[in-house]
């Protein structure tokens, strides 16, 4: 139990244009779902907390007109990056947590490695 | 605020090498510990947790035991293998905080070489 998906896994965009990256919780109903954007060789950088039906909450230096973030649902959460540059290359994790018995515990997706050229 | 301190990289090891992976934590409430491990263009795995004192937590070999006394919750494996090379993240979680946030280590990546 507790699998997460992330799609699309990877994608390369052109400068200018916009991504959205989804993360579903597949077998439980995930009350908070989480953004982490890691760079290359380095730790987790958690960007933003959502929970289901209400606005995100973006971690400080996060700019949450650039990455928007929906949670509409208690399975899936959607990240977009808009108008994405070269330096928003990185790979985006989510991870989820929720449900019975997975209260403190986040469950993470795949990841999706974006390349913005 | 929560912080884990885990012990920097790289860490080369031959195979069936003893490993040690050092991390400690700072924490106000009562945090669970995790072990995540990371292969290369992959996610976090959970390898293992502990949710407290005292709580061992195993898996493929791989164990770490919440010491509460010293913070500390240190990966150990007494055997590695090739297959074990990756990047490893120690994380807490604290429910007693603001909506069940977790933190994690900067990363420790260990390479087993044949």
């Known amino acids: 139990g507790a699998v997460v998906s992330q799609h699309p896994s990877w994608v390369i965009c052109k400068s200018g244009t916009s991504v959205k990256i989804e993360c579903r919780s597949l077998d439980f109903q995930a009350t908070t779902m989480f953004w982490y954007r890691q760079f290359p060789k380095q730790s987790l950088m958690l960007m933003a907390t959502s929970n289901e039906g209400s606005k995100a909450t973006y971690e400080q230096g996060v700019e949450k007109d650039k990455f928007l973030i929906n949670h509409a649902s208690l399975t899936l959460s959607t990240l977009t990056v808009t108008s994405a540059h070269p330096e928003d290359s990185s790979f985006y994790i989510c991870?989820?947590?929720?449900?019975?018995?997975?209260?403190?515990?986040?469950?993470f997706g795949p990841g999706t490695r974006l390349t913005v050229l | 605020g929560n912080s884990v301190t885990q012990m920097e990289g790289p860490v080369t090891l031959s195979e069936e090498a003893f490993l040690t992976i050092n991390c400690t934590y700072t924490a106000t409430g009562y945090p669970s510990l995790f072990w995540y491990v990371q292969y290369p263009g992959e996610g976090l795995q959970l390898l293992l947790k502990a949710t407290k004192a005292d709580d061992k937590g195993s898996n493929k070999g791989f164990e770490a035991t919440y010491r509460k006394e010293t913070t500390s919750f240190h990966l150990e494996k007494g055997s590695v293998q090739v297959s074990d090379s990756a990047v490893y993240f120690c994380a807490l979680s604290d429910i007693s905080g603001d909506n069940n946030d977790m933190r994690f280590g900067a990363g420790t990546r260990l390479t087993v070489k044949p």
């Open positions: 991870s989820a947590s929720g449900g019975q018995g997975y209260y403190n515990e986040q469950f």
